[in-house]
């Protein structure tokens, strides 16, 4: 059964750079598309990067672009998400996502399968 394990959040200063990592224990990943999306407070889930299984990338809206990375390493079953200059509105808890081995279309329901990582953005 699927369940991510995501990690890597914490408190960084604005400007500041972190890498998250998402990985799933006892299930191969390497056939799915994984994304990340984020949940602020009192938001809904959204989409930041996704990346499919021969490394195409879908950008979910423009505040990702130029500041994060999504990549992954399928010898450790490991999705990452590098974020640099990052501001107090990418405060949010961060989430892998699977829905398929297509990255999922924007605006499409998604679910969530692991109990996300946290970052905060503050001075």
């Known amino acids: 059964q699927l369940q991510f394990v995501e990690s890597g959040g914490g408190l960084v200063q604005p400007g500041g750079s972190l890498k998250l990592s998402c990985t799933a224990p006892?299930?191969?990943?390497?056939?799915?598309?994984i994304g990340w999306f984020r949940q602020a407070p009192g938001k809904e889930l959204m989409g930041v990067l996704c990346?499919?299984?021969?490394?195409?990338?879908?950008h979910y809206g423009d505040s990702a672009k130029g500041r994060f990375t999504i990549y992954r390493e399928n010898a450790k079953n490991t999705v990452y998400l590098q974020m640099t200059s990052l501001s107090p509105e990418y405060t949010a808890t961060y989430y892998c996502?699977?829905?398929?081995?297509?990255?999922?279309?924007?605006?499409?329901?998604?679910?969530?399968w692991g109990q996300g990582t946290r970052v905060s953005v503050s001075s």
């Open positions: 996502i699977l829905d398929g081995i297509r990255c999922p279309a924007p605006g499409r329901k998604v679910a969530r």
């Open positions: 006892g299930f191969n990943l390497d056939p799915y598309a």
């Open positions: 990346i499919e299984r021969d490394n195409q990338i879908t």
